[in-house]
């Protein structure tokens, strides 16, 4: 009669036992999955792009500064002449490099024959470069059919090109694994990323104003006659910021070349540049029905402030003929710059 009740007994050990051990399986299952989804910081464009320069370039030419939290990437180039007539800082537009093959590159090795210099830094995004997308979750039906799922996730990726294309970036870089909808968490980050940019805890207009510094820096200590802020797109707005915030007093000429004001930025370039009493070289495309009414209101606007010496220069866009329009422009840059010695 006992032998029963201890089968019995054991059988329901073994069944408490079986059942703590999946309770222990299914609550390890989380922690697994969470440390699947967790991966490294990706490296941002600029950051590549300033890598692919340092592989490609010749040493002399690259030169790391340091800023007040990193160190980047700027490329230098000596004037060719016994007795320079200056330095020209040059700083690219987001989504371009410090040789980008569109103007910033073109002017900081052409520059150097003509007595020039040249010193192109290297820029964070700005805040309104598009990043990739936290991408939409799913239907939580589909959630826990992973057979099912890469059929679905072909279909959806199919139907929306559009944010992954814009950012440069695959879908397979910024979708979470598909075990695991994307939580609150991961929406959170995503928004923030482009405000803390490479584990720096600076905005990304501090971050640009302590690397013009840093190029700055630099610059002075080959003690030139003249030093030069020239900024292509975006760059023209955060070289106009920066000298509109610090005014320093050796920096008494500035160039623009197509500039454009970033998104996220409340202070109009249009107000921003005239406002400066600085000589100011505006050069923009006659093509562009855009840039000719920016163009317009900027020349207005530096009327408005009386400004003693703001010059426009219209330039004419080829697009079958790119080698024809950047001598066109290296030699109106020179030419303007050579008119302020």
Same mark, same amino acid.
């Given at each position: 009669?006992?032998?029963?009740?201890?089968?019995r007994?054991?059988?329901?050990?073994?069944?408490?036992?079986?059942?703590?051990?999946?309770?222990?399986e299914?609550t390890?299952?989380p922690?697994?999955?969470t440390?699947s989804?967790?991966?490294?910081?990706?490296?941002?464009? +600029? @950051? /590549?792009?300033?890598a692919?320069? $340092?592989?490609?370039?010749?040493?002399?030419?690259?030169? *790391? #500064?340091q800023?007040? =939290?990193?160190?980047?990437?700027a490329?230098?180039?000596?004037?060719?002449?016994?007795?320079p007539?200056?330095?020209?800082?040059?700083?690219p537009?987001?989504g371009?490099s410090?040789?980008?093959?569109?103007?910033?590159?073109?002017?900081?090795r052409?520059?150097p024959?003509h007595?020039?210099?040249?010193?192109?830094?290297?820029?964070?995004?700005?805040?309104g470069?598009?990043?990739p997308l936290a991408?939409e979750?799913?239907?939580?039906?589909?959630?826990?059919?992973?057979?099912?799922?890469?059929?679905?996730?072909?279909?959806?990726?199919?139907?929306?090109?559009?944010?992954?294309?814009?950012?440069?970036?695959?879908?397979?870089?910024?979708?979470?694994?598909?075990?695991?909808?994307? +939580? @609150? /968490?991961?929406?959170?980050?995503? $928004?923030e990323?482009?405000?803390i940019?490479?584990?720096? *805890? #600076?905005?990304?207009? =501090?971050?640009?104003?302590?690397?013009?510094?840093?190029?700055?820096?630099?610059a002075?200590?080959?003690?030139?006659?003249?030093?030069v802020?020239?900024g292509?797109?975006?760059?023209?707005?955060?070289?106009?910021?920066?000298?509109r915030q610090?005014?320093?007093?050796?920096?008494q000429?500035?160039?623009?070349?197509?500039?454009?004001?970033?998104?996220?930025?409340?202070?109009?370039?249009?107000?921003l540049?005239p406002?400066?009493?600085?000589?100011?070289?505006?050069?923009?495309?006659k093509?562009?029905?855009?840039?000719?009414?920016?163009?317009?209101e900027?020349?207005n606007?530096s009327r408005?402030?009386?400004?003693?010496?703001y010059?426009?220069?219209?330039?004419?866009f080829?697009?079958?003929?790119q080698?024809?329009e950047?001598?066109r422009?290296?030699?109106?840059v020179?030419?303007?710059?050579?008119?302020?010695?």
């Amino acid at each position: 009669m006992l032998r029963p009740h201890r089968l019995r007994f054991c059988f329901g050990l073994l069944a408490i036992a079986a059942a703590q051990l999946s309770a222990g399986e299914t609550t390890a299952l989380p922690d697994s999955t969470t440390r699947s989804v967790e991966r490294p910081t990706l490296p941002s464009r +600029s @950051e /590549t792009m300033a890598a692919d320069l $340092v592989r490609q370039l010749p040493a002399a030419e690259v030169v *790391g #500064l340091q800023a007040a =939290e990193e160190a980047f990437v700027a490329l230098w180039r000596p004037a060719n002449v016994a007795e320079p007539k200056g330095v020209v800082i040059l700083l690219p537009g987001e989504g371009e490099s410090a040789d980008w093959p569109i103007g910033i590159g073109p002017l900081r090795r052409g520059l150097p024959d003509h007595g020039w210099h040249t010193l192109s830094v290297s820029l964070p995004e700005s805040p309104g470069f598009p990043l990739p997308l936290a991408p939409e979750p799913e239907p939580e039906p589909e959630q826990p059919l992973p057979e099912r799922e890469p059929s679905e996730s072909t279909a959806d990726s199919a139907e929306q090109p559009e944010a992954p294309n814009e950012a440069g970036y695959l879908p397979e870089e910024t979708m979470a694994p598909s075990e695991e909808p994307p +939580s @609150e /968490t991961a929406e959170t980050e995503a $928004v923030e990323a482009p405000v803390i940019e490479s584990g720096k *805890g #600076l905005q990304v207009s =501090e971050r640009i104003d302590e690397r013009i510094e840093a190029a700055l820096t630099y610059a002075r200590t080959r003690q030139p006659e003249m030093i030069v802020l020239l900024g292509q797109g975006t760059g023209g707005y955060w070289a106009a910021r920066y000298l509109r915030q610090l005014a320093p007093e050796d920096i008494q000429h500035l160039l623009l070349i197509q500039p454009r004001q970033p998104q996220g930025q409340e202070e109009p370039l249009t107000q921003l540049a005239p406002a400066l009493k600085l000589a100011t070289g505006d050069f923009y495309y006659k093509s562009s029905i855009g840039q000719q009414n920016e163009a317009r209101e900027r020349l207005n606007a530096s009327r408005r402030n009386q400004h003693p010496a703001y010059h426009q220069v219209g330039l004419q866009f080829l697009p079958d003929n790119q080698t024809t329009e950047q001598q066109r422009l290296l030699r109106r840059v020179r030419g303007w710059l050579d008119k302020q010695l």
